[in-house]
Each structure stands twice: as structure tokens, then as C-alpha cells.
DNA sequence: ACCGGCTTGCAATATTATTGCACAAGACCG
DNA sequence: CGGTCTTGTGCAATAATATTGCAAGCCGGT
């Protein structure tokens, strides 16, 4: 991946909305040209997809948490069951499966409390096979990006 | 907020290099008027800014940590000093403050061992105030989205 | 130096976004 | 009820932007 690339990779990560043409100015390339390296870096699979990110706290979602989860019974088969029941929740942004003591990791969006308790019984109750769960809020988000360095 | 901009922003977070032609048939509106309720949206703050999401492994950072920090000594201070530290590392995609028996925990994103053994060093040494960390790899990512749910 | 593959810039063309304007839907008030 | 003010809408013209064909330039291999 050449230098080109890589600067356009960062101005993209950085704001999508911008112009060809602005784009083309700023890494120094033609218009036409810097179009075409953002469609083969796109349809290399590089860039995969472009989005919109909301305002949390304007769309309703102000609350922020990350639980870490301890299965019951371990092993490839309940991980996987466990996994399924949290990605069909909505408040579920991120669920991962993790090394150490831990099994999971869920990172949650949340209204207010009320969600988290309901969400509490649906993924934590008796028979959802988590042994314990440890819940932290966000008390203060210090840095937040989904750009990836470069 | 009616029900035509949550369907917007639903397809903006999904999508948002669609046309907006395209977003406008899909909620059943003119283009023009589409136009104007998504830049509301923007002006308004709702609607944070649109970005490029790369391909973590294609761009070179197939690696993902989570790691839980606990600090010496605790008070604003010291967590807002060890935050600056944190926030700087490009490593650090995500840093937070919370509340429980951690105080912070942080989201990495690695090109390999080499980078998290260099990053350890930096952020969790000796001067840095941290009493102890605890780190957990990610074996596989279940969900992952930046959408908000509406 | 020469060839082949790939990238570039330019200019023409096609798409898409944007704006002005007249009209329709409520909300509010006499 | 009727008036009117605010807000949102669709249409059509216009401006901005993306996209393509093509000739030329660059670079590595021989």
C-alpha cells in the first residue's frame, strides 16, 4: 500500500463527506485518478463500508456500559449459544469473545436503567448458563474512534 | 424526532454513500425534501459526522485487546493524567473512565505482540500510577456495529 | 534502450445534489 | 369556524460532483 493510499485511508476515516475533488487537491492527485484509487481500496475490501455515526446522547442513548461475562459451563458449544442470545439484542453494539477468566465481553448502549435491568434478565437469568457478570459504566468517554492507524 | 428520520438515520448508520434519490424512495419522499431533513439532522447535531470503516485485518490491525486498568491512587487528578497518557497512543481506539473496583478500560487495536508489549511499557510502567492491569485478547468478534439503536 | 503493465491527467458526459418557488398540512387564535 | 402563520412538501431548473474514454507518462524487467 503506497503513501497515497494511506493519506486517503485517513482523510476518509476522518470525514467521508468530503469531495472527490477536495480529496484530490489534498493528497495531490487528479481528480479522476484519486476516484480511482478510493474504488479499488474499496472494492479491495480495505474500506468496507462508509456510515453515518450518530450523536449518542441526541438519538437517545446517552448511557454507556461494558459487562464482562463468566459462563457456567464452558466450551466452544455454550459460548456460541450465549453469543446468539446477546447479538439479537439492539443494545448490544459490541460482543466479543475473549481470553483469560473471562469469557465474554459486551459493550452496551443503553437509554437508562431500566433497559439495562431488562436486559439483565434476559441475558443473565437462570438459564443463560453465565456463572457471574461484572458491569462497569461509562463514566467518561476519554477518547472514542473507529478509525483504525495508520 | 418522527418516524421518517429514524428510518433515515437507520439507513444512514447502515449506509451512507447511498444517493440520496435512493433514501428518498426507500422512505417515500422527494429528493429534495429528504435532502433537507438530513441536513437538519446534521445541523442539529444528531447526525455527528459520516465516515469510512476500514477493514481491520486488510488494514494491517487484525489484533484487538480490551484491557482493564486499576490505579494507584484514584481521585480526578490522577485518572485525567493517565487518560492524556492513554488518549495519545494511536493503539487506543476507545478509552474510558468507570465506575466499580476498575477505573479505566481501554480498547486496542494492535498489529501484533510486538506493539502490545511496547504499549504495556509506555502506559502501565512504573510512573505511571497504574497498580494493575488486567488484559483480554479478542478470540472473535460476535457483533460489532456503530450504529445506535432506534 | 525498449517493451508491457499500470497509473495519470484532461476533457467530455452522466449522475447527483441543491435551490427557488408555489402549494398543502397543521397549529393556534380571534 | 375562518383566518393566518409556521412548517414541510413536490416540482423543475440549476449547480456541483462523480464518472468515463483516451492519450500520454512512469517504472521495472530484460
Known amino acids: 500500500m503506497e503513501r497515497v493510499d494511506s493519506k ?10 468530503r469531495t472527490n475533488a477536495d480529496l484530490a487537491a489534498e493528497v495531490g492527485l487528479s481528480p ?3 476516484l480511482r484509487r478510493i474504488r479499488r481500496l474499496k472494492s479491495a475490501g480495505v474500506i468496507d463500508r462508509v456510515v453515518a455515526l450518530l450523536n ?4 437517545g442513548r446517552g448511557m454507556k456500559a461494558i459487562v464482562t461475562v463468566e459462563l457456567e459451563r464452558h466450551g466452544e458449544q455454550h459460548m ?7 447479538v439479537m439484542e ?5 460482543a466479543y469473545s475473549v481470553s483469560g477468566s473471562t469469557d465474554a465481553v459486551l459493550m452496551l448502549r443503553l437509554m437508562d436503567m431500566d433497559e ?6 434476559r441475558l443473565f437469568r437462570d438459564r443463560t448458563n453465565v456463572a457471574r ?8 468517554t476519554a477518547k472514542e474512534t473507529t478509525a483504525i492507524p495508520l
Not at 8 to 17: F, G, H, I, P, V
Open 56 to 59: 449518542p446522547a441526541k438519538a
Open 80 to 86: 456460541r449459544r450465549f453469543l446468539e442470545l446477546a
Open 133 to 140: 457478570y461484572y458491569t462497569m459504566f461509562v463514566i467518561r
Open 8 to 17: 486517503l485511508l485517513k482523510l476518509l476515516q476522518e470525514d467521508a463527506s
Open 32 to 34: 479522476s485518478s484519486c
Open 116 to 121: 439495562f435491568d431488562t436486559l439483565c434478565e
Open 90 to 94: 439492539p443494545a448490544v453494539i459490541q
